[in-house]
């Protein structure tokens, strides 16, 4: 019935995963004597697109309660990671491993993949050596190697023209809007989602966009900036349409709502002067107030910081 209604809007791509999830937990059966046969891309897909039945807080084993929410990877990275474009997993081992400012390290993808756990998942990170690490890593190195066997045109991203951010401060009121307008039909009207099944270890169809169950303030997805360029890029889903007006005022009303804390935020960032304009938590190397930071208008930071750099 689910898959139906997805078709009638013409959300294909979720039709296909909630297909690929019928058969739920029976997918993988993890022994509890993990062993090398199970560390395979196969798991590591299955992670990424049903990480709440197998990570998730539901999970009966305690001790395998890594993720916080009940969201999935895929609930970002569409198509399991396949889809080109905005956050797709096909090119991540092009880039890394590579310097984090926010770490104020060299990372790799394991580091990127408890980034994710830690702070989109608002869970806990995965020991380095554990079969579940050692999958999902496996699969998103698996993918570098399929983009490579790919030709031009699967390559190509099918998006609308990139985000530009407005010469101005977000709007929340419009923002608000937007979002009856144009994501309330899945988010719903309270931004909470859709669940998948009344089994809350099925996580959801829809995912939240704030509250309990959503990213944390720690997040990528928790500046404007990024989540307006992922609005712009994909959402609606299977039919974007909302102009950069659009996408950056329910980008900041999304992000204006509660949802978990992250501890320790002031540590990221060891370098303040890397930290982006639309981070939405301090310190900072600049005296433009909080609200501007979260909400712009960005273009006097962003001088600011390029006056900086050229030490004029």
Same mark, same amino acid.
């Given at each position: ?37 199970? *560390? ?71 580091? #990127? ?24 890593? /496996? ?29 101005? /401060? ?17 988010? #719903? ?11 809350? !270890?099925?996580?959801? *169809? ?16 928790? #500046? ?25 005022? *329910? ?23 890397? !930290? ?37």
């Amino acid at each position: 019935m689910v898959i139906v209604a997805c078709c009638a809007f013409g959300f294909t791509l979720v039709a296909i995963t909630l297909l690929l999830w019928r058969d739920g937990p029976l997918l993988m059966t993890v022994s509890n004597t993990k062993s090398a046969a199970i *560390v395979t891309e196969a798991y590591g897909r299955r992670l990424i697109m049903q990480t709440s039945q197998l990570l998730g807080p539901d999970v009966g084993d305690p001790k395998m309660r890594y993720s916080g929410s009940r969201l999935n990877c895929a609930s970002c990275h569409l198509g399991v990671g396949t889809e080109p474009g905005t956050l797709t997993l096909l090119l991540v081992t092009e880039h890394y491993p590579r310097f984090s400012a926010r770490q104020g390290v060299k990372t790799d993808i394991e580091d #990127r993949v408890n980034e994710c756990m830690t702070r989109s998942m608002n869970g806990r990170a995965l020991p380095r050596n554990s079969p579940e690490m050692m999958a999902m890593a /496996a699969y998103i190195r698996s993918l570098g190697n399929l983009n490579q066997t790919m030709g031009a045109s699967m390559r190509q991203a099918h998006e609308p023209s990139a985000f530009k951010t407005p010469n101005r /401060a977000a709007k929340l009121d419009a923002g608000k809007k937007v979002f009856a307008e144009k994501c309330a039909e899945c988010h #719903r009207d309270n931004g909470q989602g859709l669940r998948a099944s009344t089994d809350p !270890k099925r996580g959801y *169809v829809f995912p939240p966009l704030w509250g309990p169950d959503s990213f944390n303030d720690g997040a990528g997805m928790h #500046r404007v900036l990024t989540a307006a360029r992922f609005i712009k890029a994909r959402m609606p889903i299977g039919k974007p349409d909302l102009t950069d007006d659009q996408s950056f005022d *329910v980008a900041a009303y999304i992000n204006s709502e509660p949802r978990p804390e992250m501890p320790s935020l002031e540590q990221d960032y060891p370098d303040r002067k890397t !930290k982006p304009v639309d981070n939405g938590y301090g310190p900072f190397a600049d005296s433009f107030p909080l609200k501007q930071h979260q909400y712009g208008p960005f273009a006097p930071i962003e001088a600011f910081y390029k006056q900086k750099k050229s030490g004029k």
